[in-house]
C-alpha cells in the first residue's frame, strides 16, 4: 500500500482526530538508544545537538526531563503517501491562518500535529472546516 497522493482526495478524507495525551518535545544530549527506549518515546530524531524525544509529558516529569511546551497530537486518519504534494502545506496554511503553530510529522501511514494542548480544540476544529471546504 502506497498512500493516496491526490491532494483533494487527502482534504477530503483526511478525519483528523485529537488525541487526550499530551506530549512533549525534548532534547537528550548524553544517552544511548536503550536509554532513550526507557523514556518510551513515541518518536525521536537524531540531531547534530542530541536526540530530539517526543514522549508522554508524564514520563518527561516522572524522568525529571526538561521541556518547554506541552502539546496534544492531531492525527488525519488518512492513508497519506511519502510522495503526497500538498497536504503538509494546506494544513499549515488553515493553521496558520487561526494563529495556531504546528509541529507536524509524516510517519509511513499518517500525518500527526502537534498543537500547544491550549489550542488543540481550536486546531481540531480548523482542519474540520478544511475537510468541509477543501482547498
Same mark, same amino acid.
Given at each position: 500500500? +502506497?498512500?493516496?497522493?491526490?491532494?483533494?482526495?487527502?482534504?477530503?478524507?483526511?478525519?483528523?482526530?485529537?488525541?487526550? @495525551?499530551?506530549?512533549? %518535545?525534548?532534547?537528550? @544530549?548524553?544517552?544511548?538508544?536503550?536509554?532513550?527506549?526507557?523514556?518510551?518515546?513515541?518518536? !525521536? %530524531? =537524531?540531531? *547534530?545537538?542530541?536526540? !530530539?524525544?517526543?514522549?508522554?509529558? &508524564? *514520563?518527561?516529569? &516522572?524522568?525529571?526531563?526538561?521541556?518547554?511546551?506541552?502539546? #496534544?497530537? $492531531? !492525527?488525519?486518519?488518512? =492513508?497519506?503517501?511519502?510522495?503526497?504534494?500538498?497536504? +503538509?502545506?494546506?494544513?499549515?496554511?488553515?493553521? +496558520?491562518?487561526? *494563529? $495556531?503553530?504546528?509541529?507536524? $510529522?509524516?510517519?509511513?501511514? =499518517?500525518? =500527526?500535529? %502537534?498543537?500547544?494542548?491550549?489550542?488543540?480544540? #481550536?486546531?481540531?476544529?480548523?482542519?474540520? &472546516?478544511?475537510?468541509?471546504?477543501?482547498?
Amino acid at each position: 500500500m +502506497t498512500g493516496e497522493t491526490n491532494l483533494e482526495k487527502l482534504l477530503a478524507s483526511m478525519a483528523p482526530g485529537l488525541s487526550d @495525551t499530551e506530549y512533549v %518535545f525534548a532534547l537528550v @544530549t548524553d544517552a544511548d538508544y536503550q536509554q532513550i527506549a526507557l523514556l518510551q518515546p513515541i518518536g !525521536t %530524531f =537524531h540531531e *547534530k545537538e542530541g536526540v !530530539t524525544v517526543i514522549l508522554k509529558k &508524564e *514520563k518527561a516529569d &516522572e524522568c525529571n526531563i526538561d521541556y518547554s511546551g506541552v502539546f #496534544k497530537c $492531531i !492525527t488525519l486518519d488518512v =492513508h497519506s503517501s511519502l510522495e503526497a504534494v500538498g497536504l +503538509t502545506a494546506a494544513v499549515a496554511t488553515q493553521l +496558520t491562518a487561526f *494563529k $495556531i503553530s504546528a509541529n507536524v $510529522i509524516a510517519a509511513y501511514y =499518517h500525518d =500527526h500535529i %502537534f498543537i500547544k494542548s491550549q489550542d488543540a480544540d #481550536k486546531a481540531l476544529s480548523a482542519l474540520n &472546516e478544511l475537510v468541509k471546504t477543501g482547498l
